[in-house]
Structures are given as C-alpha cells and as structure tokens.
C-alpha cells in the first residue's frame, strides 16, 4: 500500500551554514475513480482513507446518501502492464437502482475539486438535505477550541508540514473523525465518506472544521452531508459567502483565538458566543 509520505535527502540552508539531511514529504499520487468499471474521474490525493474519499466524492457529487446506494468498493487488480495493483484505481459499484453521476471531463488537481465540472451548470449539486433546518447552536469557548483541536489531530502534518485537514466536531467540541490529504476538498470527502459508510448522514448537530480558506466547493460539500456549520482559520470566497446564506449555512472565517468573523448564519451563535464590542 501506498504510504503518505516519502523520505528525501536535501539541502538544508540556514544563514550561511549548508547541512544535508532526510525530509518528509506529504505524499501524492493520482487515484483514479470507477463507477461500475467506467472511469469517472482521476483525483490527486494523499494515500490512504481511499474508499473514504471515493465514497465522499460520490456523496459531494450528489448520487449516494446512504450505504446502502454503494454495493461494493475495491482496488482494481491489473492496474499496471505487468498486472501488479498500484492501489491509485477504485472501482465503486453502486446498488441496483441508483442512477449513476455524469463522467468528469478532467482530473482533479490537489487544488481543485470543481475544475472537471462539464459546465458551470453543474458546480451547484442539489442537497438531499437542508443544512437550514438545523437548529445547533454553538458557543465561543466551544468554536475557538477547534483550531486547536484540529491541528493537535494531524499526525502527518507533524512529520511533512505539507498537508491540510478537515475534521468534524459535535456541538460540544468533540472530535468524531479527522482526516488529513494533499487537497483540501479530498479532506472533507474523506470525512464524507467516513459518515456515509458508517451511516451517520445527514451530519446534523456538528461542525465542520478546516485548516484552510472557505472555498465555494467547501461550502457545497458540507451542504451536500447536511453540515450546519462550516468553520476556518482563513478567509472565505464572496461566492462561499454567498452560497452559505441562501442554504441556511453558518460560515465562520479567520478563526484565530477569541477572534472570529462570521458571514452566515449568525443566529446559530449562542449570546455568550457573541463577543462585547
């Protein structure tokens, strides 16, 4: 199996001292999705938590709720031209009945999750569930922990320093699963499919939590698990904002310490998480 990260000897250079030395590094390698043997999408990932990821993209992509919608996940064998099993191809296949999503037309960079998207059209997915229905509340103590919480989960980042992760947390602060990758939005997939497989969707009552900026598809993803809250240590995008308010989100950005701004769904924040003025 694939390991997350790799050793490599390099330079160091520090002031006018040169040393050489061994570094971590996060891992990356393609991961190539099948749907019922049909080649779906290629996304670059970390290695590790794979069906996870396979079965939170599916779940981001709007074609499975439950676990009972995925029949089976495995690793094709044959992968490569001698027939070794490089474990970078999955085929998921889907229960009798379940309409499978429209193929992506690119791979997915670490980066992006949305850039093989067919059309425009296609970046808003419809939720199963309404993230606006959810009546959690939340309070400062509680929602200033988490950066804290998160990062002190990151056991990869400690040895790479290379890595992002998303992590979803109950109401009061506790941790119910943390996953680690290359690309944030693989993070939340894996978190997705974590819930999916063990039946925990829609994730009402909890928060997600991720190391980096809000994007748009960040926002999407959590609406498309039933995420009431979605919380980060950097900015969101104007249409991550926007996307937030019209489905009943609550975006928290800039969570440093006691300080916060939230740009949605300010009515789920508790009086003693409002801060004086």
């Known amino acids: 199996m694939s390991r997350v990260s790799v050793k490599r000897r390099i330079l160091r250079v520090k002031d006018t001292a040169r040393t050489r030395r061994i570094d971590s590094l996060a891992a990356e390698e393609p991961l190539e999705i099948r749907l019922n043997g049909t080649p779906l999408t290629v996304t670059m990932r970390t290695p590790g938590d794979d069906f996870d990821l396979a079965a939170g ?16 996940i495995r690793y094709c064998a044959g992968a490569t031209v001698d027939g070794g099993n490089t474990y970078n191809v999955l085929d998921v296949r889907l229960a009798p009945g379940v309409p499978a999503p429209e193929p992506r037309n690119f791979y997915t960079t670490s980066s992006c999750g949305v850039c093989g ?27 200033a922990s988490l950066p804290l919480r998160l990062r002190a989960a990151q056991r990869v980042f400690d040895r790479t320093g290379g890595l992002h992760a998303a992590g979803l947390f109950t109401a009061d602060g506790e941790a119910l699963c943390v996953r680690e990758d290359v690309g944030r939005h693989n993070a939340v997939d894996k978190l997705l ?10 994730l009402r009552g909890t928060v997600l939590m991720v190391s980096g900026r809000a994007s748009f598809e960040l926002v999407q993803k959590a609406v498309m698990g039933g995420v009431p809250v979605l919380a980060a240590v950097s900015a969101p995008s104007s249409l991550a904002a926007e996307l937030a ?10 969570l440093r310490g006691d300080s916060m701004n939230v740009y949605a769904g300010e009515h789920r924040l508790s009086e003693e998480a409002l801060l004086p003025d």
């Open 57 to 72: 993209f599916l779940v981001s992509e709007g074609a499975v709720g439950s676990p009972d919608d995925i029949a089976t």
């Open 117 to 143: 998207k067919a059309s425009l059209e296609a970046v808003r997915t419809v939720a199963r569930w309404s993230a606006g229905d959810d009546p959690v509340e939340l309070t400062q103590p509680v929602i």
């Open 193 to 202: 499919g974590w819930a999916l497989r063990n039946g925990r969707l829609p």
């Open 245 to 254: 308010a019209e489905e009943g989100l609550t975006l928290i950005g800039f």
